[in-house]
């Protein structure tokens, strides 16, 4: 019976009996000696471990010590926790890096906006629904985010539109600026390759007034004086004051045409304008919000969406 009782015994409380018994060894030896089973007794239960406890919490009524005995720190537990930390991992470092991608939406639109003096507008990112309509786009910001009616909404430093009712807490409406069919006060200037290395201002800059291009997606003038110095490859910014004035300086295409004028070719000549993105693809924009703090750009909860 005895030698059954012993190979039952787990070997833990082998070791436990073991160090009890060291321990009234001790306490029984003539006091000279009494200090040699502590020598043993104490680097033994300081350095043997149950899953992250000493034995020492079994030895004290630990109130955790049912629920550690329950939870083996075996080999299988341990690639099970693993691979969970790195499932987990992964997921903060796509999180950090759409964060990093969202800032850096924002980044030209700030600096256009510092050039301009402009700081008191405060650029926020929003995502772009699916849906939204023929000319319109629905973005995820809304009223609950500072979006109104009437304000910039851009892309990088292009100009896309306006914002327009329907406005909810969290969406609202963006009219696109090639589908307002009005006409459009442009600044056509040379592309910064053609500028003097150092200088702000561009090589040549005149102020036009364009109109939808019958049949086409571009926008037209007819009023350019042929001894205008007007290139294929010029940029055309926003320079509407009355019509989204904060989206000034925002490019809104690029010269394709300059030919005579048919009905005057030897004093005027026909610009036609393309628009350089495709607006109703976008995923994302950038609504420019009054900034009642006036200092910096931020990504609100229109971004984090």
Do not use: W
């Not at 292009?158 to 589908?179: F, K, N, W, Y």
């Amino acid at each position: 019976i005895a030698r059954s009782t012993e190979c039952a015994m787990p070997p833990a409380t082998k070791v436990i009996l073991g160090l009890v018994a060291l321990l009234v060894i001790g306490a029984a030896l003539p006091r000279p000696y009494a200090f040699l089973p502590g020598r043993v007794v104490d680097p033994v239960v300081q350095t043997l471990v149950l899953p992250g406890r000493p034995v020492r919490a079994l030895l004290v009524g630990d109130p955790v010590r049912e629920e550690l005995a329950n939870q083996p720190l075996d080999d299988e537990r341990l690639r099970d926790d693993f691979g969970l930390a790195r499932v987990e991992l992964d997921r903060l470092r796509q999180q950090n890096a759409r964060l990093k991608q969202r800032l850096a939406e924002l980044v030209p639109a700030q600096d256009l906006l510092a050039e301009r003096g402009l700081r008191e507008l405060r650029p926020v990112s929003a995502r772009v629904n699916p849906g939204g309509g023929d000319g319109v786009l629905t973005i995820a910001a809304g009223s609950r985010d500072g979006v109104q009616a009437g304000q910039a909404v851009v892309y990088d430093v292009h100009v896309v539109g306006q914002v327009v009712e329907p406005i909810g807490p969290s969406t609202a409406s963006v009219a696109l600026i090639t589908s307002l069919r009005v006409p459009l006060s442009l600044r056509l200037v040379a592309p910064p390759s053609e500028s003097t290395p150092g200088s702000l201002l561009p090589a040549r800059s005149l102020p036009v007034q364009v109109k939808p291009d019958v049949g086409r997606s571009a926008f037209v003038t007819e009023d350019v004086a042929a001894g205008a110095d007007v290139r294929v490859g010029d940029l055309a910014r926003h320079a509407d004051e009355l019509s989204l004035p904060e989206a000034q300086g925002f490019q809104f295409g690029v010269v394709s045409e300059v030919t005579p004028l048919e009905r005057n070719p030897l004093a005027l000549r026909r610009v036609v304008v393309e628009p350089v993105l495709d607006l109703g693809r976008l995923s994302r924009v950038t609504v420019l919000i009054p900034d009642d703090n006036s200092g910096s750009g931020s990504d609100t909860s229109g971004s984090s969406r």
